[in-house]
């Protein structure tokens, strides 16, 4: 009888399996020949098969003390983060909502990056026991109101990603933030982003003004606010404000 051959087939094994990949086992004797099945040769062919999601990240970098759980669909915030991270990378998931204590076991996290998720609530609590995080990402999610009170234990927090929520935004959704604050609430790069009614900014043009809150500058670029109609942000007037 003739030898059926089995192609061969290239892959990449993930340091970490996830849901959206499976691992497929063909195996396939090289001759008809009836020896006792102890006897006989298996080619052995792996192939990863993948969903929806091909371009699931889930991995944790040991020696750079790095999560990825980046576009898993996740829902939830991962219960499996080590304790030991230093940076939990969550962007392009599903997540909705931040619930207390959540992340409370990262005693070490300065890196927490939320973007692009779907989350609407974050419960009081949410960020307990991130007293060492600096940079704080919820850029693309749902956010439509901030209590103050989440940030309680931020008392690190340097860089802060707020743009493309429908947020409305006042002094009192700051406070209790360390100042100065680096700010982001547009990304120049996303030409769909959403632009500010400069009137309600001005609480913080004067304290870009004071120097308590400064902008983001990477690439040559600066990432100012954006404004509705013509009005650039540098050209914004502002009577004298108090703020808090």
Known sequence: MRRQSVESVDFELPSVMNANAKLTLLLEPTSGTKFPFSALLFVACFTMVRTENKTCVNEYITEHRRFLRTDCGVVETPSDI???????ELWSNQIR????DGFVHLRD?????????QIS???EGSFNGLRKLTHLYLYGNRIPVIDPIIWRDLTSLQTLWLGRNPLDLTSESLRGLRRPLELVLNDPGDPDDRRWIGSRLCWLKAEEEAGTITWLRQGGRLFLPELEG????????CGRITFL
């Open 230 to 237: 013509d009005v650039e942000w540098d050209e914004l007037r």
């Open 97 to 100: 909502r931040l619930h207390s």
């Open 121 to 123: 609530t974050i419960e």
């Open 82 to 88: 080590p304790p030991e991270t230093l940076s939990a």
């Open 109 to 117: 996290l300065t890196h927490l990056d939320l973007n692009w998720n």
